[in-house]
């Protein structure tokens, strides 16, 4: 099963205009292996960050969708309206996102992390109903 970070990684390479060889020499490089397959979330993380200093640039306008995703956003919006956020944007939202899962957007997290978001925001509110 590909992995949210390699399919970006693969966007990139094509973005990129990349050939083979200079794609395996750019990944050794950056992460010490030729396959993003066999490689770990963090040294996936490298690459990325290396594709960052090429200038690369992530940003997406495309809103994740689906059930998990509108669940996370109607628990921040809940965090908003008990005014705990002092900034409810979509940015902290991402910001948050990667503070929780470590990966920088939710349209590239697995089910175990979504479901580790989830569970983060309601243990937030669950606390903020306790002191009331």
Same mark, same amino acid.
């Given at each position: 099963?590909?992995?949210?970070y390699q399919?970006?990684?693969? !966007? /990139?390479?094509?973005?990129l205009?990349?050939?083979d060889?200079t794609? &395996?020499?750019?990944?050794?490089n /950056?992460?010490?292996?030729? $396959?993003t %397959?066999d !490689?770990?979330?963090r #040294?996936l993380?490298?690459?990325?960050?290396? =594709?960052? %200093? %090429?200038g690369l640039?992530?940003? $997406?306008?495309v %809103?994740p969708d689906?059930?998990?995703?509108?669940?996370v956003?109607?628990?921040?919006? #809940?965090?908003?309206?008990?005014?705990?956020?002092r900034?409810?944007? #979509?940015? /902290?939202l991402?910001s948050y996102?990667? &503070?929780?899962?470590?990966?920088d957007? !939710?349209? +590239?997290? *697995? *089910?175990r992390?979504m *479901?580790t978001l989830?569970?983060? =925001?309601? $243990? +937030?509110?669950a606390? =903020?109903?306790?002191t /009331?």
């Amino acid at each position: 099963m590909i992995r949210p970070y390699q399919r970006f990684i693969q !966007m /990139a390479r094509r973005e990129l205009g990349l050939d083979d060889q200079t794609y &395996r020499d750019f990944l050794e490089n /950056a992460a010490g292996r030729r $396959s993003t %397959k066999d !490689m770990t979330d963090r #040294e996936l993380g490298r690459v990325i960050e290396a =594709l960052k %200093k %090429k200038g690369l640039v992530f940003e $997406s306008k495309v %809103k994740p969708d689906g059930p998990q995703a509108g669940l996370v956003r109607h628990l921040w919006l #809940e965090l908003k309206n008990e005014g705990v956020l002092r900034d409810a944007s #979509e940015r /902290a939202l991402r910001s948050y996102v990667r &503070r929780i899962t470590g990966c920088d957007r !939710m349209e +590239w997290l *697995n *089910n175990r992390q979504m *479901n580790t978001l989830i569970e983060s =925001l309601k $243990s +937030w509110l669950a606390r =903020l109903e306790e002191t /009331a």
